[in-house]
C-alpha cells in the first residue's frame, strides 16, 4: 500500500456541516484558499482535477474572446490558457506540464477547419474528455467519483431525451463502458445497462420525479450519500479531504438555490437538448 499524507489537525478543525445544512461554513474559494495552503504538492495536483471543472469553461470563453473575465476557482491563468491555445496552434510535443492531456486535444479540434464547420457541441466534447481525463486518474476515489457523475449524467439526460422525443445517443458524452452500451443499446428501454449498472433503478426513479427542484435535489443527496459511503474508512487523508470539496460544492448550491432557480435550470437543460437536435447529422 502506497503511503497516503495524513492531515490529522487540518481535517480535525474542519466544521462539521450536513446535507441539509442552511448555512455554509466557508465559500468552495475560500476552502479552496485554505487547501493551497494545507496540501502537499502530490495531492494539491490530484484536488487540480476538481478545480480543471473551472478551467474548462474558462477555456470556452477565451476561446471566443481572449479579453473574456475568467473564473478564479480554475488552476490556470489567463496567461496559461492563451500560451496552451498557442501551443496546440503549433502543434508543441511538449505544452506546459501544468495543461491537462485533454485540454491540448480539445483546443486542435477547435481551431481546425473542418471542426469549425461541423457545428460541434463544443461544452459537450468538452465534458466528454474532462470526464474521461477524471476517470484515468490514479486516485480511485477520484476515478470513481468522475465515473459515477457521467454515468448519472448520461442516463438523466439520455431519459430526459426520450421524454422529449429527442435522440438519446447525442446527448451521451465521454467513453466508458456504461456510455458505450448505451449508445449500442439507445433503443432499449433500459438502454442495455439495468443489470450492469447497480444504481440504474435509482436513477429511473430519480427522473420520475415531478417536482424539478425536488428531482435535482435527490440528485445531489444522492450524489453525497455515496461520498459518505465511499469515504468510510477515510479520516486524515486525500480523499476525505475531496469528499467534502464535494460537499462543500453541494451545499453551497443548494443554498444560494430556490426552487424558481431549479426550474429555470431544468429549463435551460431542455433547451440545450433542443438545440442539439435541430443541429444537422455531418455529411
Given at each position: 500500500m502506497l503511503f497516503k499524507n495524513q492531515y490529522y489537525y487540518f481535517v480535525s478543525g474542519l466544521p462539521d456541516f450536513s446535507f441539509d445544512s442552511t448555512k455554509l461554513p466557508f465559500t468552495v474559494e475560500e476552502f479552496r484558499a485554505l487547501l493551497d495552503e494545507e496540501l502537499k504538492p502530490a495531492d494539491k495536483k490530484l484536488l487540480d482535477i476538481y478545480f480543471f471543472s473551472y478551467d474548462n469553461r474558462n477555456?470556452?470563453?477565451?476561446?471566443?474572446?481572449?479579453?473574456?473575465?475568467?473564473?478564479?476557482?480554475?488552476?490556470?491563468?489567463r496567461?496559461?490558457?492563451?500560451?496552451?491555445?498557442?501551443?496546440?496552434s503549433y502543434e508543441l510535443v511538449k505544452p506546459n506540464e501544468k495543461i491537462p492531456s485533454y485540454y491540448i486535444q480539445f483546443i486542435q479540434t477547435w481551431l481546425s477547419d473542418e471542426a469549425q464547420n461541423s457545428g460541434q457541441l463544443w461544452e459537450?466534447?468538452?465534458?466528454?474528455?474532462?470526464?474521461?481525463?477524471?476517470?484515468?486518474?490514479?486516485?480511485?476515489?477520484i476515478a470513481r467519483w468522475f465515473?459515477?457523475?457521467?454515468?448519472?449524467?448520461?442516463?438523466?439526460?439520455a431519459i430526459y431525451a426520450r421524454k422529449y422525443g429527442m435522440?438519446?445517443?447525442?446527448?451521451?458524452?465521454?467513453?466508458?463502458?456504461?456510455?458505450k452500451t448505451m449508445r449500442l443499446n439507445i433503443n432499449a428501454r433500459d438502454f442495455g445497462i439495468g443489470q450492469e449498472l447497480e444504481y440504474f433503478d435509482t436513477l429511473q426513479r430519480l427522473s420520475e420525479e415531478g417536482d424539478i427542484y425536488e428531482r435535482e435535489r435527490k440528485t445531489d443527496k444522492f450524489r453525497w450519500e455515496w461520498l459518505e459511503e465511499n469515504t468510510v474508512f477515510d479520516y486524515f487523508d486525500i480523499e476525505y479531504i475531496f469528499a467534502y470539496l464535494c460537499k462543500l460544492q453541494i451545499l453551497e448550491r443548494w443554498v444560494g438555490l430556490?426552487?424558481?432557480?431549479?426550474e429555470r435550470v431544468f429549463?435551460?437543460?431542455?433547451?440545450?437538448?433542443?438545440?442539439?437536435?435541430?443541429?444537422?447529422?455531418?455529411n
Open positions: 477555456l470556452l470563453e477565451i476561446l471566443k474572446n481572449k479579453d473574456a473575465a475568467i473564473n478564479s476557482l480554475g488552476v490556470l491563468s496567461h496559461e490558457i492563451i500560451e496552451a491555445i498557442d501551443d496546440a459537450d466534447l468538452l465534458s466528454s474528455l474532462y470526464m474521461d481525463y477524471g476517470r484515468e486518474t490514479k486516485n480511485s476515489l465515473e459515477l457523475n457521467l454515468n448519472i449524467g448520461n442516463v438523466l439526460s435522440d438519446a445517443a447525442r446527448v451521451i458524452v465521454g467513453n466508458n463502458e456504461i456510455a430556490n426552487a424558481e432557480e431549479g429549463r435551460q437543460l431542455i433547451e440545450r437538448l433542443k438545440n442539439e437536435i435541430e443541429i444537422p447529422e455531418d
